[in-house]
């Protein structure tokens, strides 16, 4: 099927897709604000400008858009019938780029959690954002160190002041 739209209008339309503040993303902040989560917006001295960063957690959090950043399996994502190859490039080098990113801030010790735009859907937003939080807790844990408290012993105590 060909695109209904001529390429001005297809330029245009695609023009207007903006990166930041998307819904997805805002739904993400949301929740996380409303569950105490306090986070930075696009940091930029990380590597690739995390959507959101929350650094008491050391962790980024990458709302992708499943069209944009190529989505395997999901009903979201179809690769265009109109200048195909351009958009295979584009997309791919969109995955090769969220691949070296994470990498990088792996090994400047940030955690990275990637959720795509799908798993926000009505249908599974509420799993979805619950585990999200789970998971930043079960980081926050994992990253400190709980010493256990010991119970000083009295009777040692008592003996020697006699």
């Known amino acids: 099927m060909a695109d209904h739209l001529t390429s001005e209008q297809r330029h245009k339309n695609m023009a207007s897709i903006h990166s930041r503040d998307t819904r997805p993303e805002m739904i993400v902040r949301k929740y996380l604000w409303h569950n105490g989560f306090r986070y930075r917006l ?16 050391r962790t980024c959090i990458f709302v992708n858009g499943c069209f ?15 200048n195909t190859s351009f958009w295979t490039n584009k997309i791919d080098r969109n995955k090769e780029r969220d691949i070296e990113v994470q990498h990088r801030l792996a090994e400047m010790g940030w955690h990275c959690i990637t959720v795509w735009e ?41 003996a020697a002041e006699k």
């Not at 696009?42 to 957690?57: E, I, S």
């Not at 944009?68 to 109109?82: L, N, R, T």
């Open 42 to 57: 696009n940091h930029k001295r990380l590597p690739g400008k995390p959507d959101v960063v929350l650094a008491k957690y």
């Open 118 to 158: 799908c798993q926000l859907k009505p249908m599974s937003r509420e799993e979805t954002l619950k585990s999200l939080a789970f998971t930043l807790n079960h980081i926050y844990l994992k990253d400190r160190i709980v010493k256990p408290y010991v119970i000083p012993d009295n009777s040692v105590d008592m």
């Open 68 to 82: 944009w950043h190529g989505h395997e399996g999901c009903a979201y994502f179809k690769m265009p019938k109109s």
